[in-house]
């Protein structure tokens, strides 16, 4: 591949509902190697109607899902160029979108997004739709944020991302492994709400609950946690699998909160630790801003667990996906079947080019 430069902007949209990611993004290519600055970032909060209707969209009727589409690609597009006001314009949008429903076992998963209504209102060509080549291929469609790992953070043992689903990327030998390790944000925040917090700033109030060892037996005995990657989760497994789990017996949601965040950090903390003997370990999505849970799990493992600035813990799938999207726009490999369990290495991603 020749030294060239790029500027991208990639759009995140994740699980926790905190809005969309925004990271515009400079790449270098030169002796063979990648190497990026994030030049700007910022996340566009949802309105609370479109929150409320991202959450319940994957029991929506199609025609609903449809309509949700169209209107998430206007609110990309206007996020998008209110963004880029006074900017120069990047030379291409690579647009992760929202999961919807995620069920590879099945063979579908479905990101929406309105890819052609951010395409028409930019005019700018779109790379999105990344997931559904990897699932067609047999694969898990997820994760996809390792590929820029063992590209951009190649430095770390591991790259461990606490968003709305903890997973993990590392390589072990010629190959790079990743997979869902557990769900996250999407529990803390769930549980959080019902105190009538967004979420658990700072882990306060998981450490105002109590421990609840029953809780945490069930919790290990989850059936997820014995399945061999490669493996991913969607919001169907948290509803119908874990929910039921954290509920029975109606435990307070503090002291769920408690013993969830607890049985996280011991069990990602231990798992680390068997996979990486040495190194550290690069920690980012919101999670990464939770100090009680990162003290447990520094706590549970011997691995040093590093923190960057705010911007790459907020931006960092932002960012990949601004690098995944350029990878596919210039026709490179953006997969590891390793990684996914696809049946080959592939570039995954639709391509919008309206005005060539």
């Excluded at 309509?67 to 690609?73: E, H, N, Q």
């Excluded at 209102?121 to 820029?148: E, I, N």
């Amino acid at each position: 591949m020749q030294a060239g430069h790029w500027r991208v902007l990639g759009l995140m949209s994740g699980s926790s509902l905190d809005g969309l990611d925004m990271c515009l993004a400079n790449f270098d290519f030169d002796s063979h190697r990648w190497h990026f600055s994030i030049e700007s970032s910022h996340t566009q909060p949802y309105p609370d109607e479109l929150v409320d209707k991202l959450r319940v969209a994957h029991l929506a009727p199609v025609a609903d899902v449809q309509m949700l589409d169209a209107r998430l690609g206007h609110f990309f597009a206007q996020a998008v160029d209110s963004f880029l006001a006074g900017k120069t314009k990047p030379q291409l949008i690579s647009s992760h979108g929202h999961t919807i429903v995620h069920d590879p076992t099945a063979g579908f998963t479905l990101q929406i997004g309105g890819a052609a209504y951010l395409a028409a209102k930019t005019r700018l060509p779109v790379v999105s739709d990344f997931r559904t080549a990897d699932v067609a291929l047999g694969g898990q469609g997820a994760p996809l944020v390792p590929f820029g790992d063992d590209l951009l953070f190649s430095s770390y043992a591991a790259c461990l991302n606490l968003g709305g689903i903890a997973n993990v990327s590392l390589r072990q030998g010629e190959q790079r492994l990743a997979w869902d390790m557990a769900f996250c944000n999407m529990v803390l925040n769930h549980f959080s709400q019902k105190l009538g917090h967004p979420y658990d700033e700072g882990g306060a109030l998981a450490a105002s609950g109590n421990y609840l060892p029953e809780l945490n037996e069930r919790l290990q005995a989850w059936a997820y946690y014995h399945r061999l990657a490669p493996k991913s989760l969607g919001r169907e497994d948290f509803e119908r699998d874990l929910l039921p789990l954290l509920e029975m017996g109606s435990p307070t949601p503090r002291d769920v909160l408690r013993t969830y965040t607890q049985h996280l950090a011991q069990y990602l903390g231990t798992t680390l630790t068997a996979r990486c003997p040495k190194g550290n370990v690069l920690v980012t999505g919101g999670g990464a801003f939770n100090s009680y849970l990162m003290q447990s799990m520094q706590q549970a493992t011997p691995l040093q667990l590093l923190v960057p600035d705010a911007e790459v813990v907020a931006q960092k799938e932002a960012l990949i996906f601004a690098f995944l999207g350029l990878l596919r726009y210039l026709h490179q490999t953006n997969v590891y079947s390793s990684v996914t369990g696809s049946s080959a290495d592939h570039s995954a991603g639709v391509i919008l080019d309206l005005f060539p």
